[in-house]
C-alpha cells in the first residue's frame, strides 16, 4: 500500500478541486506521515511499498505539481532512511486542460517538468490522470426549448440541466457553448442559457454572447466529457440522456438513455 499524503500546498485551482492544502479533508498531513507508515509497518499482510499524492484537479501551472513532488522526494528520503522500502511513487492526477483561454502544460511538458524532480528516486511512477484525457473528448448536445425575453434578461432555455451537467451551478465553470449548425450573420445577443430544473443556479452559461437560437435547434455544450455525465443526477425527476460514441462517421450508444422505469428501480414502498 501506499499512503496519500496532503503536502500542504496550493494548486491554485478552484478551491472545491484543491485536496492538497493543510485545511483539505485528504491525506495525512506531511508532518505525521512518518508516524502513519509506522503504524502500517506494524500491520500483518500489508506491504508498505508507496506514497501517493492527488493536490487537485484543473491545475493549470506546474508550480504547485513540482513544488509537492519536492516535498514527496523529501519524504521518500526521510522513509528510506527508516528501513521503508518505497518503490512506488504515485503523482495522483490534476492536469488541467482548456474550457475558455486556459493554457495548461501539454502532458509532455508536464512530465518533462516531473522528471527533473523525481529522477534520481528510483521510483515507478503511477500516474492517475483523468479530466486531461476524456474533458475534451465529450459534448452535451442539447436542444433549445425557447427564448425567453424579460424586461432586464434574455435567456435561452434549453432542455439539459443543472442535472446533466453540474459543473457551471457547482463550480461557475465555464463551458463554451456553440450552435451545432454554423450559420453566418445571425442576429447575436447576450444571454443566460438554462435548464429546466425548479433552480435558479440551473444554468449552462451567464451573460453569453451568443447567435439567438431557434427552438428545436440543437447547441453543443463543449469540454463536457469529464465531470459531466458521471456528476449527473436524477434530480427533478429527469432522467438522464444516453452517451454517445463516435468514431469517424460512425457511432455507438455505449449508454442508453434512462427510462421512468430506470427511476423508480430499487425503490420500494414497505407494507405498513
Ligand atoms: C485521487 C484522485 N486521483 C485522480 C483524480 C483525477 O483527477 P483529474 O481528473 O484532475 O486528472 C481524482 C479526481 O478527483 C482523484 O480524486
Known sequence: MALRINPDVDPKTHPYISTGLKKSKFGIDISLAMEEYRVARELSHIDVVGVHQHIGSQITEIAPFVDSLAKMAGL???LRNHGFAIKYLDVGGGLGITYKDEDPPVPRVFAEALIAVIKDLGCTIVLEPGRVIVGN???LVTKVLYNKRTPTKHFIVVDAGMNDL???SLYGSFHSILPARREKGRETVVADVVGPVCESGDFLAKDRSMPVPEPEELLVVMSAG????TMSSNYNSRPRPPEILVKGDRWFTIRERESYEDLIRGER???L
Do not use: C, F, N, S
Open 76 to 78: 521518500i528520503a526521510e
Open 166 to 168: 453540474v459543473r457551471p
Open 137 to 139: 473528448a465529450g459534448v
Open 269 to 271: 414502498v414497505p407494507e
Open 226 to 229: 469529464a465531470y459531466g455525465h
